[in-house]
């Protein structure tokens, strides 16, 4: 029988033990390898879950696979945990474990050895308190349960063309990673740190400190908190101390040599592969930093990327820039302009707040991560249409290019959007599929919209996407002739926000 495989009673014997169940002899045991991953033993003609005799679920090591119930079954007394490995090339117990504590009201704790290193705080009906990243999403649901049979948290993809599993660390770090079929590799999900050797240190006003702390403890405190925007040790003599910055980044400089070691944090797919040698650091100036891969994933517009990468140089300037990822030399084949930082400091005047892009902080002065997934929609809707989003012009409305692509979503002409000059030469349903991506991104909530790693993998697999909201940002617009004064300009915005321009007599 394909996918089954007969044990012997010796077998069987050994997984009754270990499982320190009450010992009953099997009529004839199976073992089949579920699609799920879970290795389980059952009768040959009973496939009821809950008669299954044995299944590696229990005991999953140091992955957390969707459909684990990751916590104690009462009934039985099994506690299901991860342990990690003490390597990647060695499996044998590491250091870390994750376990569902049922003393009290049950949390979660990531331990190192006997020091607990991450608690989650309590389930509060959404997600556990101290979690606040764990929320609805389009890749995976979640649950907590905690009745007279069981406590545990469980989690299950919502589309099978989407691989995902999570993997303990034996630094006590827990990762998420997903399967990309493009390029055949596991991505690493979620954030991590990047090392900007050799720096004078942010301003440290609004950042706090630690005396007792090594680089790592720093580090896994930072990764543990999602306020925290980097870390650095605070004396570099003996490498003790913790320094945490939870703002914004300000007044940093580039020395070569005498700086100190800072570890900022950026998403997983931002960081540059710690195997690359490298030959100085330099300072890449993109409007968002995931541009290239996101369209060369897709293959979408290759010749409009190229028509616009032309126009770019003739007019001696890019449109739209932003400091964002730390690259090495060896990337000569990228036809992007590289600033060094000396350079950057001066064009922003250290980074000043007035340099900042984005509509909302434009607008309202607010700045986040979410911006920067608002800026890439608008980029991804730029390149489909071919048109910039300020200035566009439409005979039928006088919206700008969101309020003109969210008017055909919403009478499924989306087509419509598409550059005449790629319509002979682009995939239509991915295309489309891009134009949907583009408008969950640029949703007038900040909250509404997907991070960038859910971008990603939505642009890299076929999971449903949810229906986007309103843009935000997109307006109604009184234009009057060119050559009138631009005081004269009188701009309304769908959101209900007045914009007061004011100019010189």
């Known amino acids: 029988m394909k996918g089954l495989a007969r044990f012997s009673f010796i077998f069987f014997f050994f997984f009754t033990v270990s499982n320190g169940a009450d010992f009953i002899a099997p009529q004839n045991p199976v073992a089949q390898l579920l699609d799920s991953g879970n290795l389980v033993v059952r009768e040959a003609g009973d496939t009821n879950e809950d008669d299954y ?69 309590p389930w509060n009906g959404l997600r556990f308190s101290g979690m606040p990243n764990l929320k609805p999403n389009p890749i995976y649901t979640y649950g907590f349960v905690y009745n007279e049979k069981e406590i545990c948290y469980r989690y299950d993809l919502t589309d099978s063309s989407v691989v995902s599993h999570m993997l303990l660390t034996n630094e006590g770090i827990l990762q998420r990673f997903t399967w990309t079929n493009t390029t055949r590799t596991w991505n690493l999900a979620g954030e991590g740190f990047q090392k900007i050797p050799s720096v004078k240190l942010p301003d440290t006003r609004t950042s706090s400190f630690n005396y007792t702390m090594d680089l790592e403890e720093c580090r ?59 030959r100085r650091t330099r300072v890449w100036i993109i409007a968002i930093c995931t541009l290239v891969t996101g369209v060369t994933i897709l293959g979408v517009c290759l010749l409009f990327l190229m028509r616009m990468r032309r126009k770019l140089k003739s007019a001696g300037k890019m449109v739209s820039m932003r400091e964002r990822d730390v690259i090495d030399s060896t990337d000569n084949d990228l036809e992007l302009p590289v600033f060094d930082f000396a350079t950057i400091a001066i064009a ?63 009478e499924q002409k989306s087509f ?56 935000g940002f997109f307006t109604e617009r009184k234009l009057y002739d060119q050559e009138s004064s631009s005081s004269k300009v009188d701009t309304c915005s769908a959101n209900e926000i007045t914009i007061t321009l004011l100019t010189a007599r």
């Open 348 to 410: 922003t005047s250290n980074f000043s707040e007035a340099n900042k892009l984005g509509e909302e902080y434009a607008i309202d002065g607010l700045f986040s991560i979410k911006s920067d997934v608002f800026s890439f929609g608008v980029l991804v809707l730029e390149i489909v249409n071919g048109n910039r989003n300020r200035g566009f012009l439409h005979p039928d409305h006088k919206h700008n290019l969101l309020g003109h692509a969210w008017r055909l979503y919403k």
């Open 53 to 121: 005799l044995w299944e590696s679920f229990g005991y999953p090591g140091r992955v957390f696979l969707p459909g684990i119930n990751f916590g104690k079954n009462l009934v039985t007394g099994l506690d299901t945990y991860l342990v990690s490995w003490k390597s990647n090339n060695d499996p044998s117990l590491g250091d870390s474990t994750t376990r569902l504590d049922p003393g009290g009201y049950p949390q979660i704790y990531i331990r190192v050895g006997e020091n607990i290193v991450f608690r989650s705080g």
């Open 416 to 471: 419509e959007l598409i550059d005449e000059s790629l319509n002979n030469t682009c995939n239509l349903s991915e295309v489309l599929r891009v134009i949907h991506v583009g408008l969950l991104c640029v949703q007038q909530a900040p909250v509404d919209r997907p991070t960038m790693s859910t971008v990603v993998l939505m642009l890299t697999s076929n999971i449903t996407l949810p229906e986007p909201k309103e843009p």
């Open 220 to 278: 896994r405190v930072c990764l543990m908190n999602c306020s925290c925007t980097a870390y650095s040790t605070l004396n570099i003599t003996d490498g003790s101390g913790c320094l945490l910055w939870f703002e914004e980044l300000l007044d940093i400089r580039e020395y070569t040599e005498n700086g100190q070691d800072f570890y900022i944090r950026l998403s997983a797919s931002d960081l540059e592969p710690t195997s690359r040698p490298k």
